[in-house]
């Protein structure tokens, strides 16, 4: 029962992670900024918000299991790759501090998601 609490915990915290930033990316000049500031043409960030966004979605809804697995591999590329990118560009640690937080919430839902669907039917595809 635990497992369960914190599969869904980590796996909605990430996924609203995911949909404010990704609507950041939209809407805020920040972002742009920060993506300009990083190297990243503009376009990078317009695809990074649409997949973001999908992810998202990929992780709450009742989908394949491949497809979620998918997901967990692009969030994971995606905050390696911010740390790696703020660490280039001589960020300060506190930038890399909520790609690093997102990466450690991300690998709780992946394994509590694996646990947690072990214990169910083999039949279920959620």
Do not use: C, N, Q
Not at 31 to 58: H, S, T
Not at 82 to 109: E, Q, R
């Amino acid at each position: 029962m635990r497992t369960k609490y914190l599969y869904w915990g980590s796996t909605g915290l990430v996924a609203l992670f995911m949909v404010v930033s990704a609507t950041l990316y939209f809407v805020a000049d920040g972002p742009a900024a920060a993506f300009e500031r990083l190297g990243f043409p503009d376009y990078f960030r317009i695809e990074l918000g649409i997949a973001k966004l999908a992810g998202a979605v990929v992780l709450v809804a009742p989908l394949p299991r491949a497809l979620k697995e998918w997901a967990y591999a692009g969030f994971a590329i995606s905050f390696v790759s911010a740390v790696i990118a703020h660490a280039a560009v001589g960020d300060p640690l506190s930038d890399l501090i909520p790609p690093v937080v997102a990466f450690a919430l991300l690998m709780t839902s992946y394994v509590t998601y694996h646990r947690y669907y072990r214990s169910e039917s083999p039949s279920d595809d959620a």
